[in-house]
Every structure is written in structure tokens, then in C-alpha cells.
T-cell receptor, first 114, second 114 residues
């Protein structure tokens, strides 16, 4: 039973480019969460999705960031026109039901903006 | 406004001794608390949790204590082992929050010396 799969593990983008981060939840998990960890800080919640629905995006920056979890395929976190301040580790987590129980994290995508 | 705080950025302990990691929170609506362990370049791994209806939960070498009146929780590791060296994050959630996000502290880096 594979865990939460994130790819790519490392992503380098030039300022102004787009970054697309993918997350495949654990089998049987229909709830997906994205978190961002800036250097030397804790993880900060960004968005919570279920299949085809954004449930809570209160942690998402208002501009340039978007997330989706389509009926088929992985969840995608998209960052348009990246800036240096977007450099961070982005972690995806999934759970089998609403709630903090069974929350499992992926290994993360490390985004570097040059 | 940091709702979950880990005031010690680092802790060094001798192998075999007890490690005590502390966490404070301000939001009285939090009713479920978790500890995660994180190695470099990996995602957080769930360690142990506690519901607000309890004041102690134990799992092997790991025990979490919750003091609701003080809004304080602690993680005890005994005996500490070199493999325990990692960054430890405490996290909190509100069960009734439809988003079910986790709010993380900034982490404590534990170093267990052989």
C-alpha cells in the first residue's frame, strides 16, 4: 500500500515561470491537504480538497496560487509567475475521512525559484 | 499570531536519558493534538496523538501529556536513542472545524548523543 506520493521531489523554476506540484493520496483516502514549510519554520496550512471540490482554501495566497483535485488523477498545486519568496517545501497529506485521524504526509516537493 | 508555539528550537540529550519536548497553544477550541517527527528531506511522520478528553497517552517509549488549563502539552521520550534525532513538530486541530487543518508549531530539533 503505497503512501502519499508527491512529484517531483525537487523543482527549480526561474522567476515568472509556472510550478506544478502533484500529489497522489493514499489508496482509499479522498481528503487531500496542502501545506507549505518555509525555511526554519513550521508547516502552514494552504488548502483542503475532496474530489472535485475545494473545501477550505483559507491558507492560500489570494493571487498566483490554485489547487485542484479532479475526479481522475492526482491533486495539483499550481503556482503561476513564481517569485523567490515561493521557494519552500510543499507537503501534501491525505486522510480517509474528515478529521485529523489518519493524516499521512508525503515526502514533499522542494521548490527553488532562481 | 502563532496559535501553537514550541519555544525551544533545539534540545540536546544523552542517549538513554529522557527527552522532554514542550508545546504551548492559545486557541481554546483546539481539542486534538498530535506530534510529528521529521527527518531532513522527508515528510512529517505521525508519532502520537491525544484528545482533549485525556491528559496522558502512552505508546512505547513515547508519552504525551496534556494540561488543558495551562494550554500546554509535552512529549516525553524515554529512553532516548540516537535514531530519535530529528525535528519534532506539535500540531493541533479543532474537531468541529470543517477544514480540519492542522496548526503546527515551529518545531524543536532533538539531538540524542551516543
Amino acid at each position: 500500500n503505497a503512501g502519499v506520493m508527491q512529484n517531483p521531489r525537487h523543482l527549480v523554476r526561474r522567476r515568472g515561470q509556472e510550478a506544478r506540484l502533484r500529489c497522489s493520496p493514499m489508496k482509499g483516502h479522498s481528503h487531500v491537504y496542502w501545506y507549505r514549510q518555509l525555511p526554519e519554520e513550521g508547516l502552514k496550512f494552504m488548502v483542503y480538497l475532496q474530489k472535485e471540490n475545494i473545501i477550505d482554501e483559507s491558507g492560500m495566497p489570494k493571487e498566483r496560487f490554485s489547487a485542484e483535485f479532479p475526479k481522475e488523477g492526482p491533486s495539483i498545486l499550481r503556482i503561476q509567475q513564481v517569485v523567490r519568496g515561493d521557494s519552500a517545501a510543499y507537503f501534501c497529506a491525505s486522510s480517509p475521512k474528515q478529521g485529523a485521524y489518519g493524516y499521512t504526509f508525503g515526502s514533499g516537493t522542494r521548490l527553488t525559484v532562481v | 499570531d502563532q496559535q501553537v508555539k514550541q519555544n525551544s528550537p533545539s534540545l540536546s540529550v544523552q542517549e538513554g536519558r529522557i527527552s522532554i519536548l514542550n508545546c504551548d497553544y492559545t486557541n481554546s477550541m483546539f481539542d486534538y493534538f498530535l506530534w510529528y517527527k521529521k527527518y531532513p528531506a522527508e515528510g512529517p511522520t505521525f508519532l502520537i496523538s491525544i484528545s482533549s478528553i485525556k491528559d496522558k497517552n502512552e505508546d512505547g517509549r513515547f508519552t504525551v501529556f496534556l494540561n488543558k488549563s495551562a494550554k500546554h502539552l509535552s512529549l516525553h521520550i524515554v529512553p532516548s536513542q540516537p535514531g530519535d534525532s530529528a525535528v519534532y513538530f506539535c500540531a493541533a486541530s479543532e474537531t468541529n472545524n470543517a477544514g480540519n487543518m492542522l496548526t503546527f508549531g515551529g518545531g524543536t530539533r532533538l539531538m540524542v548523543k551516543p
